[in-house]
């Protein structure tokens, strides 16, 4: 037992030494009015999911689905998700698996092989991060939203002697930014050197595009297209839609790790997928009001160094770290729930409070917000 309690004190000395440099990490209770959550649409909450998932275990659908999609976790539900969501953004097949997180490291540990080049944006979301640890091909980092550092880092590797595949990776929509890549000139750079782009729109799915297809919608059905949509963030939901090529979905299924050996999701959480993707064609106020809110809370918050955007992520960079997270605890203290961000999850100098819009604010919230965020930087 002594030897066991030992074994931990490296880890208590590894937290000791992030709390000392104000780094330290707990969980806080979900508390005062939400401009921290994805759940922009509103939609986690909505009777019309619940009545859903009610009437899918009416219908027998189970809680839990038992094993993994390959042996016999494979449910009716999933397949018919999988159908209405390849109909739905237009793609030839897709494929929903536990989360985002694994979905991405699904993408970039199993589709590259070995020779082939992945250029990534410097900025892509960690998950990816952790797909590029295992992938097998070589990696190169381009500066942000820099269509230019792209082709540049093919060139290198091509006058290098690399004769493999090109494969982009890249955020449509940047989630600590609010920032959008520049889809057309990426899109253009993969036709020519015949690259394929993983594009994870994550935080456009939903908001943006025809019917809340995304940033990316235009492309969908490409050869050379290969789309990441969460079902946490907009959606209400959870789980993932990799959406792309029928054999890029063989190939996920046959090779893609996180895939082959996670327990499938719930076959009622696929059920209310299904119901949040109609809702995105039924309900399209969602998406007005969302936008109004944004526009409301540009007007309002900008004034005090809020990023105007243009999306529903408002970042204000304060820069110093302590002084981020005392403002956020202040906001929080005054009714916000606005969080916080500092290095690593972001770059150093550039710790900053993460204002996320949604239809679980009212103008009204908006305002207030504004008064105690001149209160909390005076």
């Given at each position: 037992m002594i030897a066991a309690i030992d074994a931990w004190e490296a880890q208590r000395a590894d937290l000791e030494a992030l709390v000392a440099r104000g780094r330290g990490r707990q969980l806080i209770a979900r508390e005062g009015r939400d401009f921290s959550s994805n759940d922009y649409l509103g939609m986690a909450r909505a009777p019309r999911l619940a009545r859903a998932v009610e009437e899918a275990i009416a219908r027998g659908v189970p809680i839990g689905s038992g094993g993994s999609r390959l042996l016999r976790g494979n449910d009716p539900e999933h397949e018919a998700l999988e159908a209405e969501a390849a109909?739905?953004?237009?793609?030839?097949?897709?494929?929903?698996?536990?989360?985002?997180?694994?979905?991405?490291?699904?993408?970039?540990?199993?589709?590259?092989?070995?020779?082939?080049?992945?250029?990534?944006?410097?900025?892509?979301?960690?998950?990816?991060?952790?797909?590029?640890?295992?992938?097998?091909?070589?990696?190169?980092?381009?500066?942000?939203?820099?269509a230019g550092s792209f082709a540049d880092a093919i060139a290198a590797w091509r006058r290098a002697g690399g004769k493999g595949r090109v494969w982009l990776a890249f955020e449509s929509l940047y989630s600590m930014d609010g920032d959008r890549a520049p889809l057309a000139d990426l899109a253009e750079l993969a036709e020519q050197h015949e690259a394929i782009m993983l594009i994870d729109e994550a935080h456009a799915t939903g908001v943006f595009g025809p019917d809340g297809r995304g940033l990316a919608a235009a492309l969908d059905g490409r050869a050379d297209t290969v789309v990441l949509r969460t079902c946490g963030k907009a959606l209400g939901c959870e789980g993932a839609l990799v959406c792309g090529p029928a054999v890029m979905r063989d190939f996920l299924i046959?090779?893609?790790?996180?895939?082959?050996?996670?327990?499938?999701?719930?076959?009622?959480?696929?059920?209310?997928?299904?119901?949040?993707?109609?809702?995105?064609?039924?309900?399209?106020?969602?998406?007005?009001?969302l936008m109004a809110r944004v526009a409301h809370a540009e007007a309002a918050l900008a004034p005090y160094g809020a990023a105007v955007t243009g999306t529903q992520i408002m970042?204000?960079?304060?820069?110093?770290?302590?002084r981020t997270m005392a403002v956020a605890a202040h906001l929080q203290q005054a009714g916000?729930?606005?969080?916080?961000?500092?290095?690593?999850?972001?770059?150093?100098?550039?710790?900053?409070?993460?204002?996320?819009?949604?239809?679980?604010?009212?103008?009204e919230d908006i305002d207030a917000l504004a008064g105690a965020l001149a209160k909390a930087l005076a």
């Open positions: 109909q739905f953004f237009g793609a030839e097949s897709a494929l929903y698996l536990s989360s985002g997180y694994a979905a991405n490291v699904a993408l970039l540990a199993s589709l590259p092989q070995r020779g082939d080049l992945i250029v990534y944006d410097a900025l892509i979301h960690a998950s990816m991060h952790e797909g590029l640890a295992l992938t097998r091909a070589v990696k190169a980092c381009a500066g942000h939203n820099d046959n090779r893609a790790r996180p895939f082959i050996f996670s327990t499938a999701p719930s076959p009622l959480m696929a059920a209310a997928v299904r119901e949040a993707l109609r809702m995105l064609a039924d309900e399209p106020e969602r998406r007005t009001g970042p204000l960079v304060l820069g110093d770290e302590a916000f729930d606005v969080r916080g961000i500092r290095p690593p999850t972001v770059p150093a100098g550039t710790s900053r409070l993460r204002i996320s819009l949604t239809q679980n604010v009212m103008p």
